[in-house]
């Protein structure tokens, strides 16, 4: 086979291979934002940024139980693109949760997907 046969074929499986791989981690996140939702603790926090094309990310800082520093996370919101009109905006209060034994794995409740 020559080189200008396989170069189709390897772009082909290149563009597969992150296709999977993307599905995967939108599964885990997925999975884990579960997992905050149904053991997680909650408590205020405060949106500080939003940037993002398709994808939002918005960037909030919360105190979880026991600590006097903020900590700050991000919440992936992959909400179809029609509802993003009710994103909070910097400076908002919203309801964060958070798992205890590791507080940097936290969702905005009012964004969760369950």
């Given at each position: 086979?020559?080189?200008?046969?396989l170069?189709?074929?390897?772009?082909?499986?290149?563009?597969?291979i992150v296709?999977?791989?993307?599905?995967?981690?939108?599964?885990?996140r997925?999975r884990?934002?579960?997992e905050?939702?149904?053991r997680?603790?909650?408590?205020d926090?405060k949106?500080?940024a939003?940037c993002?094309?398709?994808?939002?990310?918005?960037?909030?800082?919360?105190?979880?139980?026991?600590?006097?520093?903020?900590l700050?996370?991000?919440?992936i919101?992959?909400?179809?693109?029609?509802?993003?009109?009710?994103l909070?905006?910097?400076g908002?209060?919203?309801?964060?949760?958070?798992l205890?034994?590791?507080?940097?794995?936290?969702?905005?409740?009012?964004?969760?997907?369950v």
């Amino acid at each position: 086979m020559a080189v200008d046969t396989l170069t189709p074929i390897l772009y082909v499986l290149a563009g597969l291979i992150v296709m999977v791989v993307s599905n995967l981690v939108v599964r885990y996140r997925l999975r884990l934002q579960r997992e905050i939702l149904q053991r997680g603790v909650s408590t205020d926090g405060k949106v500080t940024a939003i940037c993002g094309g398709a994808t939002k990310r918005v960037y909030f800082e919360f105190s979880p139980a026991g600590s006097n520093k903020a900590l700050q996370c991000c919440h992936i919101d992959r909400r179809e693109p029609r509802t993003m009109t009710s994103l909070p905006t910097p400076g908002t209060s919203v309801q964060v949760c958070y798992l205890p034994e590791n507080p940097r794995q936290a969702v905005i409740l009012r964004l969760a997907r369950v």
